[in-house]
Protein backbone atom coordinates (compact mmCIF):
# COMPACT_ATOMS: atom_id res chain seq x y z
CA UNK A 1 0.00 0.00 0.00
CA UNK A 2 2.70 2.50 0.67
CA UNK A 3 4.56 1.61 -2.60
CA UNK A 4 0.91 2.42 -4.16
CA UNK A 5 0.75 5.77 -2.42
CA UNK A 6 4.78 6.77 -3.41
CA UNK A 7 3.71 6.01 -6.84
CA UNK A 8 1.17 8.03 -6.73
CA UNK A 9 2.82 10.74 -5.28
CA UNK A 10 5.75 10.95 -7.51
CA UNK A 11 3.46 11.09 -10.44
CA UNK A 12 1.88 13.63 -9.31
CA UNK A 13 5.08 15.37 -8.29
CA UNK A 14 5.85 14.57 -12.25
CA UNK A 15 3.14 16.44 -13.36
CA UNK A 16 2.71 19.12 -11.49
CA UNK A 17 6.48 20.01 -12.47
CA UNK A 18 5.34 19.61 -16.25
CA UNK A 19 2.47 22.13 -15.61
CA UNK A 20 4.39 24.89 -13.99
CA UNK A 21 7.61 24.66 -16.18
CA UNK A 22 5.10 26.13 -19.31
CA UNK A 23 3.04 28.23 -16.76
CA UNK A 24 6.56 30.40 -15.46
CA UNK A 25 7.72 30.18 -19.31
CA UNK A 26 4.56 31.81 -20.35
CA UNK A 27 4.78 34.29 -17.35
CA UNK A 28 7.97 35.42 -18.29
CA UNK A 29 7.24 35.35 -21.87
CA UNK A 30 4.30 38.00 -21.10
CA UNK A 31 6.80 40.13 -18.98
CA UNK A 32 9.16 40.31 -22.14
CA UNK A 33 5.89 41.75 -24.03
CA UNK A 34 5.11 44.14 -21.68
CA UNK A 35 8.39 45.38 -21.12
CA UNK A 36 9.11 46.33 -24.51
CA UNK A 37 5.80 47.80 -24.99
CA UNK A 38 6.12 49.87 -22.20
CA UNK A 39 9.15 50.68 -22.53
CA UNK A 40 10.50 54.72 -23.27
CA UNK A 41 12.00 53.70 -26.83
CA UNK A 42 9.10 52.20 -27.93
CA UNK A 43 6.51 55.05 -26.09
CA UNK A 44 8.93 57.88 -27.95
CA UNK A 45 10.68 57.34 -30.83
CA UNK A 46 8.26 54.24 -32.22
CA UNK A 47 4.98 54.68 -31.02
CA UNK A 48 3.77 55.65 -34.92
CA UNK A 49 5.42 52.31 -35.95
CA UNK A 50 3.24 49.07 -36.65
CA UNK A 51 5.05 46.60 -34.17
CA UNK A 52 3.91 43.25 -32.93
CA UNK A 53 5.93 41.85 -30.31
CA UNK A 54 6.10 37.97 -29.68
CA UNK A 55 7.93 35.73 -27.15
CA UNK A 56 7.92 32.42 -27.21
CA UNK A 57 10.86 30.89 -24.35
CA UNK A 58 12.75 34.14 -24.40
CA UNK A 59 12.74 34.05 -28.21
CA UNK A 60 11.46 37.38 -29.27
CA UNK A 61 10.03 38.18 -32.75
CA UNK A 62 9.03 41.43 -34.39
CA UNK A 63 7.00 41.30 -37.24
CA UNK A 64 5.14 44.48 -38.63
CA UNK A 65 6.34 48.25 -40.30
CA UNK A 66 8.89 51.03 -39.34
CA UNK A 67 8.85 54.15 -40.77
CA UNK A 68 13.01 54.84 -40.90
CA UNK A 69 15.64 52.14 -41.07
CA UNK A 70 17.00 53.20 -37.49
CA UNK A 71 13.58 51.91 -36.40
CA UNK A 72 14.56 48.45 -36.73
CA UNK A 73 17.84 48.89 -34.72
CA UNK A 74 16.46 50.31 -31.87
CA UNK A 75 13.72 47.74 -31.36
CA UNK A 76 15.68 45.30 -31.52
CA UNK A 77 18.37 46.38 -29.39
CA UNK A 78 15.65 47.82 -26.94
CA UNK A 79 13.97 44.17 -26.70
CA UNK A 80 17.10 42.67 -26.46
CA UNK A 81 18.60 44.81 -23.20
CA UNK A 82 15.44 42.88 -21.33
CA UNK A 83 15.45 40.39 -18.80
CA UNK A 84 14.95 37.03 -19.96
CA UNK A 85 15.54 37.49 -23.92
CA UNK A 86 17.69 34.98 -25.53
CA UNK A 87 17.24 36.36 -29.09
CA UNK A 88 15.60 38.54 -31.29
CA UNK A 89 14.80 37.60 -34.78
CA UNK A 90 13.86 40.91 -36.19
CA UNK A 91 11.31 40.91 -39.24
CA UNK A 92 10.53 44.51 -39.58
CA UNK A 93 10.05 45.92 -42.96
CA UNK A 94 10.30 49.69 -43.23
CA UNK A 95 7.41 51.43 -45.12
CA UNK A 96 8.18 53.23 -48.49
CA UNK A 97 11.57 53.73 -50.38
CA UNK A 98 14.67 53.50 -48.24
CA UNK A 99 17.29 56.31 -48.77
CA UNK A 100 20.25 55.47 -50.64
CA UNK A 101 23.03 55.13 -48.20
CA UNK A 102 25.21 58.72 -47.52
CA UNK A 103 22.17 60.01 -50.19
CA UNK A 104 21.35 63.49 -48.35
CA UNK A 105 18.12 61.98 -47.44
CA UNK A 106 19.71 59.34 -45.72
CA UNK A 107 22.17 61.87 -44.00
CA UNK A 108 19.38 64.33 -42.86
CA UNK A 109 17.59 61.38 -41.22
CA UNK A 110 20.78 60.17 -39.43
CA UNK A 111 21.45 63.76 -37.71
CA UNK A 112 18.00 64.46 -36.57
CA UNK A 113 18.00 61.25 -35.11
CA UNK A 114 21.31 62.01 -33.47
CA UNK A 115 19.92 65.27 -32.10
CA UNK A 116 16.73 63.46 -30.71
CA UNK A 117 18.90 61.10 -28.31
CA UNK A 118 21.07 63.95 -27.09
CA UNK A 119 19.60 66.40 -24.33
CA UNK A 120 21.68 68.74 -24.11
CA UNK A 121 20.60 69.84 -28.02
CA UNK A 122 17.45 71.00 -29.33
CA UNK A 123 15.76 67.68 -31.35
CA UNK A 124 13.87 70.91 -32.88
CA UNK A 125 16.37 71.69 -34.99
CA UNK A 126 15.65 72.16 -38.46
CA UNK A 127 18.18 69.74 -40.63
CA UNK A 128 18.86 70.34 -44.60
CA UNK A 129 21.48 68.70 -46.17
CA UNK A 130 22.68 69.25 -49.80
CA UNK A 131 25.60 67.45 -51.14
CA UNK A 132 26.81 66.18 -48.06
CA UNK A 133 26.64 69.77 -46.06
CA UNK A 134 24.60 69.99 -43.68
CA UNK A 135 22.56 73.38 -42.79
CA UNK A 136 20.98 73.81 -39.20
CA UNK A 137 18.31 76.19 -38.33
CA UNK A 138 16.12 76.94 -35.48
CA UNK A 139 16.61 78.66 -31.89
CA UNK A 140 19.24 77.80 -29.35
CA UNK A 141 19.52 78.70 -25.65
CA UNK A 142 23.10 79.70 -25.44
CA UNK A 143 25.89 79.61 -27.48
CA UNK A 144 27.30 76.40 -25.67
CA UNK A 145 24.39 74.38 -27.11
CA UNK A 146 24.64 75.48 -30.38
CA UNK A 147 27.75 74.88 -30.78
CA UNK A 148 27.73 71.68 -29.34
CA UNK A 149 25.16 71.36 -32.03
CA UNK A 150 27.48 71.57 -34.44
CA UNK A 151 29.93 69.51 -33.00
CA UNK A 152 27.49 66.38 -32.72
CA UNK A 153 26.08 67.06 -36.17
CA UNK A 154 30.15 67.34 -37.75
CA UNK A 155 30.59 64.07 -36.29
CA UNK A 156 27.95 62.04 -37.84
CA UNK A 157 29.05 59.46 -40.11
CA UNK A 158 29.00 60.81 -43.92
CA UNK A 159 28.76 64.60 -42.84
CA UNK A 160 31.00 67.03 -45.05
CA UNK A 161 30.24 69.93 -43.64
CA UNK A 162 28.31 71.95 -40.92
CA UNK A 163 26.96 75.23 -41.57
CA UNK A 164 25.22 76.40 -38.42
CA UNK A 165 22.31 79.01 -38.70
CA UNK A 166 20.53 78.49 -35.06
CA UNK A 167 19.38 81.71 -33.32
CA UNK A 168 20.54 81.82 -30.11
CA UNK A 169 17.43 83.66 -27.72
CA UNK A 170 16.63 83.04 -24.14
CA UNK A 171 15.86 79.51 -23.04
CA UNK A 172 12.77 78.60 -23.04
CA UNK A 173 9.97 76.43 -21.42
CA UNK A 174 10.41 73.38 -23.45
CA UNK A 175 10.26 69.94 -21.27
CA UNK A 176 14.11 69.32 -20.74
CA UNK A 177 14.84 65.69 -19.58
CA UNK A 178 17.37 65.71 -16.69
CA UNK A 179 19.94 62.83 -16.58
CA UNK A 180 17.86 61.85 -13.10
CA UNK A 181 14.90 61.23 -14.66
CA UNK A 182 13.28 57.44 -14.63
CA UNK A 183 14.01 55.76 -18.45
CA UNK A 184 14.19 52.00 -18.31
CA UNK A 185 17.89 51.10 -18.90
CA UNK A 186 17.04 48.73 -22.01
CA UNK A 187 15.89 52.11 -23.74
CA UNK A 188 18.79 53.60 -22.61
CA UNK A 189 21.14 51.05 -23.94
CA UNK A 190 19.67 50.95 -27.36
CA UNK A 191 19.67 54.43 -27.31
CA UNK A 192 23.62 55.07 -26.13
CA UNK A 193 24.50 52.06 -28.72
CA UNK A 194 22.78 53.73 -32.06
CA UNK A 195 24.64 57.06 -30.53
CA UNK A 196 28.10 55.79 -30.56
CA UNK A 197 27.18 54.00 -34.48
CA UNK A 198 26.03 57.39 -36.02
CA UNK A 199 29.46 58.92 -34.83
CA UNK A 200 32.27 58.66 -37.06
CA UNK A 201 35.08 59.09 -34.03
CA UNK A 202 33.39 56.11 -32.58
CA UNK A 203 33.67 52.19 -32.81
CA UNK A 204 30.37 51.00 -31.91
CA UNK A 205 31.23 47.34 -33.50
CA UNK A 206 34.14 47.47 -31.07
CA UNK A 207 31.98 48.77 -28.06
CA UNK A 208 29.58 46.97 -25.93
CA UNK A 209 27.14 48.56 -23.63
CA UNK A 210 25.23 47.86 -20.60
CA UNK A 211 23.10 49.86 -18.49
CA UNK A 212 21.98 49.37 -14.55
CA UNK A 213 19.63 51.96 -13.04
CA UNK A 214 20.55 54.25 -15.44
CA UNK A 215 24.29 53.52 -15.20
CA UNK A 216 26.21 52.82 -18.49
CA UNK A 217 28.93 50.27 -18.52
CA UNK A 218 31.04 50.43 -21.99
CA UNK A 219 33.42 48.00 -22.85
CA UNK A 220 35.54 46.69 -25.84
CA UNK A 221 38.50 48.06 -27.65
CA UNK A 222 39.06 51.91 -28.18
CA UNK A 223 41.60 52.88 -31.26
CA UNK A 224 43.15 55.29 -29.01
CA UNK A 225 42.59 57.45 -25.69
CA UNK A 226 40.85 60.32 -28.08
CA UNK A 227 38.12 58.01 -28.80
CA UNK A 228 37.19 56.46 -25.49
CA UNK A 229 36.69 59.77 -23.78
CA UNK A 230 34.24 60.53 -26.70
CA UNK A 231 32.56 57.54 -26.27
CA UNK A 232 31.92 58.77 -22.44
CA UNK A 233 30.71 62.54 -23.80
CA UNK A 234 28.64 61.44 -26.19
CA UNK A 235 27.10 58.52 -23.81
CA UNK A 236 26.70 61.00 -21.01
CA UNK A 237 24.59 63.45 -22.94
CA UNK A 238 22.00 60.39 -23.96
CA UNK A 239 18.62 60.71 -22.53
CA UNK A 240 18.56 58.68 -18.78
CA UNK A 241 21.88 58.42 -18.74
CA UNK A 242 22.88 58.95 -14.82
CA UNK A 243 26.45 58.15 -15.51
CA UNK A 244 29.62 56.27 -17.35
CA UNK A 245 31.73 53.69 -16.26
CA UNK A 246 34.25 53.48 -19.23
CA UNK A 247 36.03 50.49 -19.39
CA UNK A 248 37.40 49.91 -22.75
CA UNK A 249 41.00 49.18 -23.35
CA UNK A 250 43.48 51.39 -25.52
CA UNK A 251 44.45 49.16 -28.37
Given at each position: MKKIHSIFVMVAAVALLAFSVPAQASTTDSRIESSAKKSYVFKTYLKNDDIKIQSKDGVVSLTGTVSEESHKSLARDTVSGLPGVKSVDNMLEVKGEIPAK??????????????????????????????????????????????????????????????????????????????????????????????????????????????????????????????????????????????????????
Open positions: NSDTWLTTKVKTTLLFHRSVSAMTEVNTKDGIVTLQGKADSQAEKDLTTEYVKDVEGVKDVNNEMTVSKPSKKATRTAGEKIDDASITALAKMTLLYHRSTSALETKVATKNGVVTLSGKAKNETEKNLATKFVEDVHGVKNVKNRMTIE
